[in-house]
């Protein structure tokens, strides 16, 4: 699913269209979870922690999804991308000052008011042993080459938008997601 | 890929990269390749693995696929192909268009690598005689292409999500409903003889009204012999590890299990990288607790769950049916049947580091070894049974209490209907007695029976101990009223001379009532019904004594020989207690140990009296007893009260020397015993008021020596024995001295107990000071 596809649903669900609201969700939750699990890094993540933050960043974008504006805006998953960052440092503050707190995790069958394209959307992502095996290539890659790939891939910025965001030139970024991609590639090719 | 990285295909490969990204243009590989021929193949291979990961980055990494994407899609004799549906374990899903009968259907391509059990085409023709596919949970195959390479499944096309992608969304009661429709499902195969043995959360489709739909039927059906090794690695039973055990249906209650296992705790029991892990996970067999993964799982669910995943199949539900019922009673909000055995081992393994650490605390000295026994003992009382009996219970239910109540009234109740039948008259034949004791005992029994069949152990062990007193009872009218072995009264030798009860009655009753007892305690293995057993053969030796001389023997003081003759007891109750302790039946090993060391020290203690100890041995201090002395034997009975002491110290220190860790509690109890036994002579002594009125202070003189040497000793039955022998010589003290209208002996004692009061806190205060 590409950046042009995402924004194509999006407009069409802006329109009204229940279907294209359902499967904008079911994609956009596909590439957020192993997103949100990258972004956590391999001793933050846990299946349950991942989930949660998951649910949360869908629901927080379900109410304002009036906020988006297409285009201007720039990638709709980029902007999932950031309610997921702020809602992971929230997380880790939270946790450093108060631990852990049971309560604050609102169970996904125990929140009723979970709206429909959301609830499905959940409850289709799951970690199959391929993504997990993805998972653990992507974390054997430099900072940097992930950074670039997980810009590219699951935010879908233009290299162009990440240039401006790394601060480097756009030809150095290209080079970085094809090393990266070249080295991600390599990896999975590895026998297990 | 080879396991060398050549330098050389990877620089290739990162050059067809970077032209692919700056220049968005795929470049040509034989033109990358033209002076190595040789990397043509592998620089493809890995081309294809970009651009497929590149795609599966694109549609994100959660339904990743790894299945080859793109290609045609294949075509099928008699279908029109409509779409690739979803890849499974066993292969590639097809949605096709049945052109003959003009429906859709779902055509699954197995996997070249694929086994399958036995021919399908012949699992399908008893499928269908068996009217197999009738059941609507069930999807049913229409069609096998063996001929075809590979070979094709045509069957229903279930419109849905798997159970595994939508199971850890549902709700728990969505959750429980669906998992009793699928058993009712597996149920229904099972009754035809099918089995499934391959059931895993893939293999469960839901509808969108969340009813479950089971595919892939059939095709790991087998002889019972066959089936091993078959299946998903995570939801395999442990009898499908090994060749020589039978699979049954407890196989698919097995997976059921499983399923349940990982809807409540969103991971698999048994988890590894590898399938080898996962089996040598399996067969270690300590999964975690899924309520230690999600504190939300309701306990019910995960003893459900357990008790299906039980590794051997025979305490696991025997049926799907039972897990379906246990399933419908958390539903309905009732109590669940389910006891899985994973609670105690769990327990038990967790327990073993305690305990260790507790014999570490003992080698290094920082606890005493009472200490260490009495914190073993609470460990030893969680490993117990919970539901025996209330002696063993940890915790206690008003069930319980209720029941034991009722076996209690129920024995007091026979008994007084007993005396009014033979000592009052007030009831007379046999019909009555029958209704009022025999039948609830017959009734008990079978209820006890039946229940205990149905592992509702606490309640069948209260019936039967209920029971147990109402057959002897019975008996005794019923031999009286038909005149059997009866004895008129005056008979000399009868241990009842009214003439109520024969001694040939007792010894009959008694001995029915022990074989009946014993019988109950092997088969329930509690330790309630062995103590009963324990009780009747004391009772049982009174009885057959009774025929020695028993009443002449009281009658005439001659306690000797009751010692004498009850003293083999003691050998029988120890060498039952080690027989059940070799054949491994621990629940009968402490009431015979306790009971062999009470037969013991009674038979000791009476011998003692009136020296006949010391007459038996040929031995007399008569000689050195005072002339004025009017009892003869006062000396002799001391020497040997005194040398009681000594034996039950030696016999203690003996036992718990050589003795097995069942044996230790005897000895303990005969350790409590010693300092009693120790200052039974001087007390003995001193109540008889014979010798010097010095002895009396010389009692309370040792007496209070034992309190304070109950410092030096480790047992605190030193210091009660002190405690109560201190006031025994007090109370002997004021009868002998005529203390009693003397305010000042009471006065007195006030006094010294607030000076050892005072000493007591300045010790306290000296230690904290220091």
């Not at chain 2, 068996?130 to 070979?151: G, K, N, W, Y």
Request: with cysteine.
């Amino acid at each position: 699913m590409s950046r042009d596809e995402t924004a194509t649903l999006v407009d069409r669900a802006r329109d009204g269209s229940q279907t294209a609201l359902d499967v904008l969700y079911a994609r956009c939750a596909a590439k957020l979870l192993p997103l949100i699990r990258q972004r956590l890094g391999p001793s933050l993540r846990s299946d349950l922690e991942s989930r949660d933050i998951l649910q949360a960043v869908l629901m927080k974008s379900f109410e304002r999804r009036a906020q988006f504006h297409g285009a201007q805006a720039g990638s709709w998953m980029a902007w999932l991308a950031r309610i997921a960052d702020n809602e992971i440092r929230d997380r880790a503050d939270y946790r450093t000052r108060l631990r852990r707190d049971a309560a604050r995790r609102v169970p996904l069958d125990e929140a009723a008011d979970v709206p429909a394209p959301v609830r499905s959307a959940l409850s289709q992502t799951i970690l199959g042993e391929a993504a997990e095996r993805l998972e653990r290539a992507l974390d054997s890659l430099s900072d940097a080459h992930r950074e670039v790939i997980l810009l590219r891939q699951f935010e879908e910025l233009t290299f162009p938008e990440i240039a401006a965001r790394l601060g480097k030139s756009e030809d150095a970024c290209r080079m970085a997601y094809a090393r990266g991609m070249t080295a991600l590639t390599l990896k999975m090719s590895e026998p297990t | 890929m080879a396991g060398v990285r050549d330098e050389e295909l990877e620089r290739r490969f990162a050059a067809y990269v970077e032209r692919h990204v700056l220049t968005g243009t795929a470049p040509s590989i034989e033109r990358l390749v033209a002076d190595r021929p040789d990397l043509a193949a592998p620089l493809r291979a890995l081309v294809d693995r970009y651009r497929t990961l590149a795609q599966t980055l694109d549609s994100g990494l959660s339904i990743a696929d790894t299945a080859p994407s793109g290609g045609t899609l294949p075509t099928f004799d008699g279908f029109r192909t409509i779409e690739r549906i979803g890849a499974g374990g066993m292969g590639q899903v097809y949605k096709l268009h049945d052109l003959k009968l003009d429906r859709v259907v779902a055509a699954k391509v197995m996997r070249p690598d694929q086994r399958i059990a036995r021919p399908v085409a012949d699992f399908l023709r008893e499928a269908r005689s068996m009217a197999l596919f009738q059941d609507r949970r069930i999807v049913q195959i229409f069609e096998f292409r063996s001929e075809a390479t590979p070979p094709v499944i045509i069957m229903e096309l279930v419109e849905g999500f798997e159970l595994g992608r939508i199971g850890p969304s549902l709700e728990l009661s969505q959750q429980a409903r669906v998992l009793v429709e699928v058993c009712d499902a597996i149920q229904h195969a099972h009754a035809l003889g099918i089995q499934h043995r391959d059931l895993k959360p893939s293999n469960i489709m839901l509808d969108v009204a969340l009813s479950p739909k089971i595919l892939d039927f059939g095709l790991s059906a087998g002889a019972p012999t066959e089936g091993h090794f078959i299946g998903t690695p995570h939801y395999l039973a442990p009898e499908q590890l090994d060749p020589a055990a039978p699979i049954d249906a407890r196989t698919d209650v097995y997976a059921l299990g499983v399923i349940l296992y990982e809807l409540l705790s969103n991971t698999v029991p048994y988890g590894g990288a590898t399938p080898s892990d996962i089996l040598a996970a399996l067969r270690r067999g300590q999964p975690r607790l899924p309520v230690e993964i999600n504190p939300r799982a309701p306990e019910p669910l995960q003893a459900i769950a357990l008790k299906a995943m039980e590794p051997r199949p025979s305490d696991r539900y025997q049926s799907a049916r039972e897990m379906s019922l246990d399933l419908r009673r958390y539903l309905d909000g009732r109590p669940v049947l389910a006891r899985p055995t994973m609670y105690a081992t769990t327990l038990e393994s967790r327990m073993r580091p305690h305990v260790d650490q507790i014999e570490e605390w003992l080698r290094l000295k920082l606890i005493y070894p009472h200490e260490a026994e009495r914190l073993r003992a609470a460990y030893r009382r969680l490993e117990a049974r919970e539901d025996d009996w209330i002696v063993g219970s940890r915790t206690l239910s008003y069930s319980q209490i209720a029941l034991y109540l009722g076996a209690f009234l129920l024995v007091a109740g026979s008994l007084f209907y007993f005396g009014a039948h033979r000592f009052h008259d007030a009831v007379r034949g046999v019909v009555r007695p029958f209704f009022a004791l025999a039948v609830p005992f017959i009734g008990l029994n079978a209820a006890g029976r039946y229940l205990y069949s149905r592992e509702r152990k606490a309640v069948a062990v209260a019936f039967f101990l209920a029971g147990v007193s109402l057959l002897p009872l019975f008996l005794l009218i019923w031999f009286h009223e038909t005149g059997l072995w009866i004895a008129p009264a005056g008979t000399p030798g009868q241990l009842f001379a009214g003439g109520s009860v024969s001694n040939t009655q007792l010894q009959v009753t008694i001995a029915c009532a022990c074989g009946w007892s014993g019988w109950l305690a092997l088969r329930t293995k509690t330790t309630a019904l062995s103590t009963v057993l324990a009780v009747l053969l004391f009772l049982l030796a009174i009885a057959v004594l009774s025929d020695f001389g028993l009443r002449s023997w009281i009658v005439g003081r001659r306690f000797d020989r009751f010692a004498l003759h009850v003293a083999p007891l003691a050998v029988v109750y120890a060498w039952l207690g080690v027989a059940a302790e070799r054949r491994e039946k621990p629940w009968f090993v402490g009431p015979l140990y306790l009971g062999a060391v009470m037969v013991f020290v009674a038979a000791l203690d009476l011998l003692a009296l009136d020296g006949r100890a010391l007459h038996y041995v040929g031995v007399s201090f008569q000689p050195l007893q005072g002339r004025d002395v009017s009892n003869p034997t006062l000396v002799d009975t001391v020497a040997a009260l005194t040398m009681n002491g000594v034996v039950f110290y030696a016999a203690a220190s003996a036992i718990d020397w050589f003795g097995s860790a069942a044996m230790k509690a005897a000895a303990w109890l005969l350790f409590t015993i010693v300092p009693f036994s120790a200052l039974e002579p001087l007390a003995y002594l001193s109540e008889t008021a014979e010798y010097s009125r010095r002895f009396d202070w010389t009692y309370l003189a040792l007496a209070l020596a034992i309190v304070v040497a109950s410092h030096w000793r480790e047992r605190k039955s030193f210091y009660y024995a002190g405690l109560l022998n201190t006031g025994i010589a007090l109370y002997l003290i004021a009868s002998h001295q005529h203390y009693f209208d003397k305010p000042l002996w009471a006065i007195s004692l006030i006094g010294v107990g607030l000076i050892a009061l005072g000493a007591g806190f300045a010790l306290d205060a000296a230690r904290a000071s220091r």
